[in-house]
C-alpha cells in the first residue's frame, strides 16, 4: 500500500511538473531561444537603438548563419535584419515565441518562413506509419505538450554535441545522391506517411484541416504584427519534389509515395491557393518562390543539397532576391 502511494504521488508530481513547465514554454515565461538568438546575430544587431528593423521567424530554412537573412542584410544595410528563426519550430511554437521578440525589437517588417514539406506534420504527426510504438506514443505527447517538442530539441542538441547522431550538415556535404546518405529524419517522416509530400503540397488525406490550423495560427501572428503597425511577409519554401521530376524520383527512392505527380508540380497548389484565399484583404505578403525555382533548377545549377531537403547556396540567393522585390515594393 505505501509502494502504491508513493507511485501515485510520483506520477502526481510529474503530472504537475509537465503542467507548469508547458505553462512556462507557452507564456514564455523566460527566453527559451536565447542559445539560438545570441548565436546567429551579433550583439551589435541585438543591441542597435535602430528603428529600421525586420525580424525574422521560422525553422531551420532560415536558422543558418548561410541563410536567405545574412544576404538580405547585405543588401539592405539600412536595416537591421535579426534572425529569430529556430530549427524544428512551427507556427505553433512561433505564436509562443513571436509576442516577446516583437514586443522586443519593435520591428517594422516581419518575415514568417513555412516550409511546405513538414510544416503540417509538425500539427498533426501520423501514427499509422511504420514506426515504433514508443514513437507512436511520444508523438502523440508532443501533439498535446509543445514542452515536450522542446525538451526532444534540447536532447537532439546535446546528441549531436557528443557526437551521438550525426549533424545535419553531414548530409549537405555529400556530392551524390544515395539513399544511404539521405537524411535520416526525412527518411522517418516518410516511414510513418509515405505520403507526407503530397498530402500536404494538395492538402489531401485530413492535412487540409491541418493546413487551416496553420493560417489561423497566422492570423494570430498577424494581429500581433498589427499591433506594432509592422507588416508581415511569409515566405513559402517548396518541397523539392514540387521543383521538377529529378527531385520527386530521387524522393521516391527514399520511401516517398505519390498518386498524382501532375498536380505536385502546379504552381496553383491547393497549399499556396488556400493561403491567399484565407489571407486576402489582411495586409500579409505572400511569396512562393517556386515557380523560380522550376525556371532556375536545371541538373547543373540544384538548388537544394542531394542528400537534404534544405535550400543550397544558390537556393538561399534565389529567395533572397525574391523577397529583396518584396521588401522594396513595401518601403517605396
Not at 501515485?8 to 527559451?32: H, K, N, P, T
Not at 541563410?67 to 505553433?92: D, W
Not at 514513437?135 to 517538442?149: C, Q, S
Not at 506517411?193 to 501572428?221: F, T, Y
Request: net charge positive; aromatic share 10%; charged share 20%.
Amino acid at each position: 500500500m505505501k509502494i502504491f502511494k508513493k507511485i501515485v504521488l510520483l506520477a502526481f508530481g510529474l503530472f504537475l511538473s509537465f503542467c507548469i513547465a508547458e505553462l512556462a514554454y507557452r507564456l514564455q515565461w523566460f527566453d527559451f531561444y536565447s542559445t539560438e538568438l545570441n548565436g546567429l546575430n551579433s550583439k551589435a544587431v541585438l543591441n542597435s537603438s535602430d528603428k529600421n528593423r525586420v525580424l525574422v521567424l521560422g525553422d531551420s530554412f532560415s536558422a543558418d548563419t548561410n541563410s536567405y537573412v545574412g544576404k538580405l542584410q547585405h543588401r539592405f544595410p539600412q536595416f537591421n535584419f535579426i534572425n529569430a528563426a529556430v530549427p524544428g519550430t512551427g507556427i505553433l511554437e512561433t505564436n509562443c515565441i513571436a509576442k516577446n521578440r516583437i514586443e522586443r525589437f519593435k520591428p517594422s517588417l516581419i518575415i514568417y518562413q513555412i516550409y511546405i514539406g513538414n510544416d503540417l506534420f509538425d500539427i498533426r504527426k501520423s501514427l499509422n506509419g511504420n514506426i515504433s510504438l514508443s514513437r507512436k506514443i511520444f508523438w502523440w505527447l508532443t501533439d498535446r505538450l509543445l514542452v515536450l517538442r522542446y525538451i526532444n530539441y534540447k536532447a537532439g542538441q546535446l546528441k549531436n554535441t557528443l557526437g551521438i547522431n550525426p549533424i545535419h550538415q553531414q548530409y549537405r556535404n555529400d556530392e551524390i545522391f544515395s539513399v544511404q546518405s539521405f537524411s535520416s529524419r526525412e527518411k522517418l517522416l516518410l516511414r510513418a506517411e509515405p505520403l507526407l509530400i503530397e498530402n500536404s503540397v494538395l492538402l489531401k488525406n485530413g492535412r487540409e484541416m491541418d493546413a487551416q490550423v496553420l493560417v489561423n495560427g497566422l492570423r494570430e501572428l498577424n494581429v500581433i504584427v498589427k499591433k506594432e503597425n509592422a507588416r508581415l511577409i511569409v515566405l513559402l519554401i517548396p518541397h523539392c519534389a514540387q521543383v521538377n521530376h529529378a527531385y520527386l524520383n530521387k524522393m521516391e527512392k527514399v520511401g516517398a509515395q505519390f498518386t498524382d505527380k501532375t498536380a505536385i508540380h502546379s504552381l496553383s497548389f491547393p497549399f499556396c491557393v488556400l493561403f491567399k484565399e484565407k489571407l486576402k484583404g489582411e495586409g500579409v505578403e505572400i511569396i512562393s518562390p517556386l515557380e523560380s525555382f522550376q525556371q532556375i533548377d536545371t541538373a547543373g545549377n540544384l538548388l537544394y543539397y542531394q542528400n537534404d531537403i534544405h535550400l543550397n547556396s544558390r537556393g538561399q540567393q534565389v529567395v533572397t532576391d525574391l523577397i529583396s522585390s518584396a521588401i522594396r515594393k513595401l518601403k517605396n
